[in-house]
């Protein structure tokens, strides 16, 4: 038996373009001419009975078909209890979802789903008919088998019922077997309804071709949310034509139930976060092929970005967006982080570098930074590498730069431990001056470029330079976070008084 086939969300980019417009601007809708006759929804989490009215209503709207019951509360029709019979109070029950459904223009179909604890012998067989016999007396005339996940061939059964049941009914009945219907489910089978979203909706050539050989459709629900939604969505939307189902458009009407203000901020996380076509209309360089004109198109792009955590913050009641929200503050310190890079970019061009290096320490991420991003990441197919090649570039060029493309030698400093950090060649790392610390200076050294972070406000800081025998050689006030400095003659060591945090100390020797 072939596994489900996996809806996941339509996380692609929604353009509401000519292409999926009328003349008059309106989204056009797939012409429903050949279009799927089954096309189901079936719940198995419990207490289905529970509004289920108002679902109805909405898969009514979106052109399903049938109901397909087949609770997890219910033992009755589930492998817990298959061989037994409603008492009359509940049997009253399923005739009034039958009436229900009647009276919402879905057709109720009966699920029965024996699982393996269905023998393939004439008894258990017998039992089965039995049953579907015995529920035809209540006012059901669609019916189904589900004997997904039993490791045997369901053919013979479904022949047989055929022949002994359907073809011998005085009103006729249908009877569906749902593992030969092509099925959507939702959560996905191995993810989680977050993780689903965050993957992209789409349906592959072999499952609308099953589509339209089996001139059906289910989508299986194990909970009922707003994820939920998109799946029925994007399922009604495949079953109108299967040939001509758009993902684009199945998000754009799915994402209709959210407020009007909300929608624009997000639709621009799904530009930005879905697997297919991710950021496709963005695009993106090097620092050797920035230009004014390319780095303005992408810092409004990242300055929308930024802008959807605070669009989004005020929208309550949606499962999805609040289950999202921890992407979303994720996807504005993405836009926050690029609009800093692009910054860097520029000054680095042209030549601020006192600007550039204030910019470049507040753009890179900390490791908890970092850790928050792996947990919710965002835009991570072209956005975040941007933003990361950039700051690597970034960094080379301007060592390059410190350096006159000369090499150099950061070799941690023997007077102290913690120093390393500010010696290691790395941006990334730093260390706390703690009011006092000291570097060697290496033999035939005659310039040192000294990082800082940003200076702290009415303190002065100091950068000495010390002779072997202690006394004074030199010594500057830092009034930049990145300042360069003449090593002296006879200067052995050097000597920063004042509370700041060193990223790299660069010996350079020329």
């Known amino acids: 038996m072939k596994s489900p086939i996996r809806l996941v969300a339509v996380l692609l980019l929604i353009f509401l373009s000519a292409a999926a417009t009328d003349a008059a601007g309106r989204k056009k809708q797939p012409v429903d001419t050949v279009g799927l006759t089954c096309r189901g929804v079936m719940e198995t989490f419990a207490k289905v009975s529970d509004g289920l009215e108002q679902r109805l209503d909405f898969y009514k709207s979106k052109g399903l078909t049938h109901y397909f019951y087949s609770p997890s509360d219910d033992k009755y029709c589930s492998r817990w209890g298959w ?20 009276s919402k223009g879905i057709e109720f179909v009966w699920t029965v789903n024996p699982g393996e604890r269905y ?76 993780e689903s979203l965050m993957r992209g909706y789409h349906f592959d050539d072999e499952f609308i071709a099953s589509c339209k050989a089996t001139g059906s459709i289910l989508c299986t629900l194990s909970e009922y949310d707003e994820f939920a939604k998109l799946a029925i969505s994007a399922t009604a939307d495949c079953a109108r034509n299967p040939g001509e189902y758009s993902p684009d458009r199945s998000m754009a009407d799915a994402i209709e139930i959210l407020d009007e203000d909300v929608r624009g901020a997000f ?43 605070e669009q989004i913050s005020s929208h309550v009641g949606s499962d999805f967006i609040e289950a999202l929200r921890p992407w979303f503050v994720e996807f504005g310190r993405l836009g926050t982080r690029g609009k800093k890079v692009l910054r860097c970019m520029e000054c680095f061009t042209r ?66 431990d913690r120093s390393n950090a500010a010696l290691d060649s790395d941006f990334a790392t730093s260390v706390d001056s703690e009011g006092h610390i000291e570097f060697a200076i290496p033999a035939h050294a005659n310039t040192c470029h000294l990082l800082t972070g940003p200076l702290p406000e009415g303190k002065r800081l100091f950068f000495r330079q010390l002779r072997t025998d202690g006394s004074l050689a030199a010594e500057f006030i830092l009034d930049s976070p990145s300042t360069t400095f003449d090593i002296k003659n006879g200067a052995v060591k050097v000597d920063i008084i004042g509370d700041v945090d060193i990223y790299e100390c660069i010996f350079v020797y020329l």
């Open 83 to 102: 061989k037994f019979l409603y008492n009359d109070s509940q049997r009253h029950s399923i005739r009034a979802l039958v009436k229900l459904c009647s």
């Open 119 to 194: 023998n393939w012998t004439p008894a258990d067989y017998k039992f089965l008919l039995d049953k579907l016999i015995m529920m035809s007396y209540n006012g059901i005339r669609s019916f189904a088998v589900d004997f997904t996940d039993h490791p045997g061939d369901h053919r013979a059964v479904r022949d047989s019922l055929v022949k002994d049941f359907v073809m011998t009914r005085k009103n006729p009945v249908t009877l569906y077997v749902v593992d030969d219907i092509p099925q959507v489910e939702y959560p996905s089978e191995g993810h989680s309804a977050i």
């Open 267 to 309: 639709l621009t996380f799904l530009k930005h976060t879905g697997e297919v076509n991710e950021s496709s209309s963005v695009e993106v360089f090097t620092l050797d092929t920035w230009s004014k004109d390319k780095a303005d198109a992408l810092y409004g792009e990242f300055d929308c970005i930024e802008k959807v955590p």
């Open 351 to 416: 030549g601020n570098i006192r600007d550039f290096w204030t910019i470049y320490i507040s753009a890179m991420m900390t490791p908890q930074q970092d850790a928050d991003y792996q947990a919710h990441p965002v835009g991570a197919n072209k956005l975040h590498p941007f933003c990361c090649a950039a700051m690597e570039d970034l960094k080379e060029a301007f060592t390059r730069m410190l350096t006159g493309g000369a090499g150099f030698q950061n070799l941690a400093s023997t007077l102290s």
